[in-house]
Antibody, heavy 118, light 107 residues
Framework: QVQLQESGPGLVRPTETLSLTCTVS????????WGWIRQPPGKGLEWIGY???????NYNRSLKSRATISVDTSKNRFSLELTSVTAADTAVYYC????????????WGQGTLVTVSS | DVQMTQSPSSVSASVGDRVTITCRAS??????LAWYQQKPGKAPKLLIY???SLQTGVPSRFRGSGSGTDFTLTISSLQPEDFATYYC?????????FGQGTKLEIK
């Protein structure tokens, strides 16, 4: 059974960089896309971007090039960096696996709340 | 960006009822649509992909249909565990976008 687990600071100061890691267990990164989705408190879901196991990311252009997703196959994990954060970036951040067909996400992490505040 | 509009935003129903949720795309997306169920404090759970394919392990009372711009999720006989928020997601073009959600509440 594939499991995903997000990790990273729960509090980030405005203008700094948010950094999260998603560790995958029970399966390898191979042959899948791996993504990040966020959800502001009480609001809907926003796709941040995803990356194929061997590279080639795609991002939501609404983030204005602030997001970088990378993959480390040797450690079976992938990461998100979001620069120049503001309070609007406060959200629960989820990592997820694209199912391999259909371009939808079949395995999700439990989510981690990141608050941007001074 | 493709805008996804769900209706209704909320619905009240009873156990055993049949419920239909609609998702409309601002432009044609073929059948690149997924449905998710989310319970409070939990990650979304994939129910349906490519508009009508049932994800492994999801009960058959969940059915998806539609193509192009109009899609529906039907729950044929509501069970207590089905009360949750439902989201549609398009995957035809970047950025992937979600509907605003439909909250299914107990009447």
């Amino acid at each position: 059974q594939v499991q995903l687990q997000e990790s990273g600071p729960g509090l980030v100061r405005p203008t700094e960089t948010l950094s999260l890691t998603c560790t995958v267990s029970g399966g390898s990164l191979s042959d899948h896309y791996w993504g990040w989705i966020r959800q502001p408190p009480g609001k809907g879901l926003e796709w941040i971007g995803y990356i194929y196991y061997n590279g080639s990311p795609n991002y939501n252009r609404s983030l204005k090039s602030r997001a970088t997703i990378s993959v480390d196959t040797s450690k079976n994990r992938f990461s998100l960096e979001l620069t120049s954060v503001t309070a609007a970036d406060t959200a629960v951040y989820y990592c997820a696996r694209e199912r391999g067909s259909g371009w939808s996400f079949d395995y999700w992490g439990q989510g981690t709340l990141v608050t941007v505040s001074s | 960006d493709v805008q996804m509009t769900q209706s209704p935003s909320s619905v009240s129903a009873s156990v055993g009822d049949r419920v239909t949720i609609t998702c409309r795309a601002s432009q044609g997306i073929g059948n690149w649509l997924a449905w998710y169920q989310q319970k409070p404090g939990k990650a979304p759970k994939l129910l349906i992909y490519t508009a009508s394919s049932l994800q492994t392990g999801v009960p058959s009372r969940f059915r998806g249909s539609g193509s192009g711009t109009d899609f529906t999720l039907t729950i044929s006989s509501l069970q207590p565990e089905d009360f949750a928020t439902y989201y549609c997601q398009q995957a035809n073009s970047f950025p992937y976008t979600f509907g605003q959600g439909t909250k299914l509440e107990i009447k």
